[in-house]
């Protein structure tokens, strides 16, 4: 093969044709749509467990607090402080839910518990012997719908903490904490 003298011929460099470039920009685009809802239901489902372990940890101080005072459940309208400030020997990471954004930055604290102002239904003050069901709501977030609409993530008495129904959760906050008084029998209070 003979070269030919002042040719310029080289080799050519491969480059993507502009169809090829608009195919892999549609498909970058096509799995970003994908991932981004996975990615934040994924952080909102893990937003929604630390509650939950929040709950369990707040669950655990009431019983603590019991154990300290007589068998007694915090009465924050008895002493002046806020049932929050009884249970800080107990628990003492910040009273907040992560998907909290307007309650706790007002109030301190995302949640709230059962000193209802009826005695046949609030815990405030009540020996623990006094609570005859372990499936009534102890604590609660402050407000429903921050992890999945309608739903609202509480701990029980009994220490099991879940997500459940809002309706659910505050039908249970009217029920007595003794199922053998009968309707409208008002317990001595403290």
């Known amino acids: 093969m003979v070269a030919r003298v002042g040719s310029s011929h080289r080799p050519r460099a491969h480059a993507f044709t502009l169809i090829e470039l608009l195919v892999v920009i549609g498909i970058l685009t096509i799995l970003i749509g994908i991932l981004v809802p996975v990615i934040s239901r994924a952080q909102a489902a893990s937003r929604s467990v630390t509650c939950i372990s929040s709950l369990r940890q707040i669950g655990i101080a009431f019983k603590a607090y019991a154990q300290d005072n007589k068998m007694t459940l915090p009465d924050p309208g008895s002493v002046g402080f806020s049932w929050e400030q009884l249970l800080s020997t107990y628990y003492h990471a910040p009273y907040k839910c992560p998907s909290d954004e307007e309650i706790y930055p007002t109030l301190g604290s995302s949640y709230d518990w059962r ?48 997500s459940m129904e809002e309706e659910a959760c505050f039908a249970d906050l009217d029920k007595s904490i003794d199922p053998s008084l009968p309707p409208g029998f008002k317990r001595r209070t403290r």
């Open 115 to 162: 000193d209802t102002p009826d005695a046949d239904t609030s815990l405030a003050g009540v020996p623990l012997a006094a609570v005859k069901r372990g499936d009534l709501v102890l604590a609660f977030e402050a407000l429903s719908g921050w992890h999945s609409k309608g739903k609202i993530n509480v701990v029980l008495f009994d220490g099991s903490a879940m």
